[in-house]
């Protein structure tokens, strides 16, 4: 380049020109002189200080030529008290730098270029954290992912419903928002009408089903396709869609006069009209009548079957849970408040969710399929002979039987030692949970034997 005769001029005030490490140099041509300039070192050696010295190496492309408009540094390297530090590659535009408003401009591009590379590194940052949320989001996703089938399952079985009651279109996109929009009340709660079906369904033993064959026949051609023939799965049907059936409402309970602790049919199966039969217990007796049709021989019965069997399936559940034969002020201990450790409940609530959540929590992983499993591992060894009584039934069904037991058992443990306010922890969990356990066990027993009753 000193052969091309390339002028370098220091400029006055050199030190004021100096920041963040960046030097600026005035390069141009000789007047009227223009050259192709490849790759190109300019070395220079500037005492600044006693003992510090500054190397430059610049190398340029392109044309340069006197007064160009764009000066482009490729790449710089400098040493300052033998250290080799590295630059960003910097763009420098205007015209010839021989003049201190230029460098002036040119250090005002840079710090434009500094604020605007931090800016660029926020917005990445930010990326990152969108990612990070993006992922968790994600991964609650995951999470629920059981929780979102089931309520899947439960629109398609609405819609088969609808459709059956010849429904127009706009009726149903209605209903499906009001489902997954409307809180619903769940009878045992979801995981225990999921355990009871599970247990009446289920293999006792290798190829043993507690399930009669001409019983499992009727239950997977009665079952929709895409219930997989797993009556579980849609075991709480009957809850979700009250909002639909509203008649269907006071078929999940019996109110019972307030601490007589007994059941009588005639007495207290009626709804709040004072309508009789409409109770858990008549529910039970009128959709086991429908389903004894099954049989008839009738290529078309006049009751819509499917539907029986999961109410059917569910009510057997509902008799169960002992709130669900409460009493009448109460309204079966919806109306007691109460803390479950540290947070607010119902009565009613703890009794649908509460000690069967905290039980597969606590000893169980978190996988209620563990606690299906210990059931009904009591069932053929610990509870074998009380098993074998539960199945007994002079009749079809014996809801009756089950109310009257269910009565007892809210007395005796769901009502005992609360009142208003009560703080329930340990003490009233671990008593109670196995006698949750015992009524989820007879649930699943007496559902089965009913089935095989009706089936056959």
């Known amino acids: 380049m000193a052969g091309k005769g390339v002028k370098m001029e220091k400029r006055k005030n050199f030190r004021d020109e100096i920041k963040e490490g960046m030097e600026i140099w005035e390069i141009g041509l000789e007047e009227d002189e223009e050259d192709e300039v490849g790759d190109c070192t300019i070395e220079l050696g500037v005492e600044i200080e006693e003992d510090i010295v500054l190397k430059e190496k610049a190398c340029f492309g392109d044309f340069i030529h006197k007064n160009t408009k764009i000066q ?47 800016v660029m590194q926020e917005q990445i940052e930010n990326m990152h954290s969108a990612q990070e949320s993006i992922q968790n989001t994600v991964n609650v996703l995951q999470e629920n992912q059981n929780g979102i089938a089931n309520t899947l399952g439960v629109v398609d079985a609405s819609i088969k419903a609808i459709q059956l009651c010849k429904i127009h279109i706009p009726s149903i996109i209605i209903i499906i928002a009001l489902l997954l929009c409307i809180p619903m009340v769940h009878g045992w709660g979801v995981d225990g009408h999921l355990i009871t079906c599970k247990i009446a369904q289920k293999k006792m033993v290798l190829f043993q089903s507690r399930l009669s064959k001409a019983a499992a026949d009727a239950v997977s051609q009665l079952l929709p396709g895409y219930a997989s023939n797993d009556l579980s799965s849609l075991c709480s049907w009957a809850d979700h869609v009250k909002f639909r059936y509203h008649w269907s409402s006071a078929l999940h309970y019996i109110d019972t006069p307030d601490n007589l602790c007994t059941y009588q049919y005639n007495r207290d199966c009626k709804d709040e009209d004072g309508i009789p039969n409409r109770c858990v217990a008549g529910a039970i007796n009128n959709y086991t009548n429908q389903l004894l049709t099954y049989n008839n021989g009738n290529s078309v019965s006049q009751y819509n079957l499917t539907e029986a069997l999961l109410f059917l399936s569910h009510f057997i559940g509902d008799i169960h849970q002992p709130l669900h034969v409460g009493f009448t002020s109460d309204r079966g201990g919806n109306t007691i408040d109460v803390h479950w450790y540290t947070r607010k409940a119902v009565l009613h609530h703890v009794w649908d969710d509460s000690i069967i959540e905290t039980s597969v929590e606590r000893f169980y992983d978190s996988d209620v399929n563990e606690l299906i499993n210990t059931l009904q591992k009591n069932i ?59 009524q989820l066990a007879q649930g699943g027993v007496r559902l089965a034997a009913t089935l095989n009753r009706v089936f056959g």
């Not at 960003?88 to 408003?101: H, K, N, R, V, W």
């Not at 089950?402 to 769901?414: L, N, P, R, T, V």
């Open 72 to 118: 482009k540094y490729k790449n710089i390297e400098k040493k300052v008290a033998g250290r080799d530090i590295w630059y960003p590659e910097p763009t420098f535009l205007g015209s010839s730098m021989a003049d201190g408003t230029r460098s002036k401009e040119i250090m005002s591009l840079l710090a434009d270029e500094k604020g605007q590379r931090k």
């Open 380 to 438: 053929t060894t610990l509870w074998s002979n009380q098993a074998k009584a539960w199945e007994t039934c002079s009749k079809t069904t014996c809801p009756d039987i089950y109310a009257s037991e269910g009565i007892k058992a809210a007395c005796a443990w769901a009502y005992k030692g609360v009142t208003e306010g009560s703080i329930l922890e340990d003490d009233y969990f671990l008593s109670r949970d196995p006698v949750v356990n015992l």
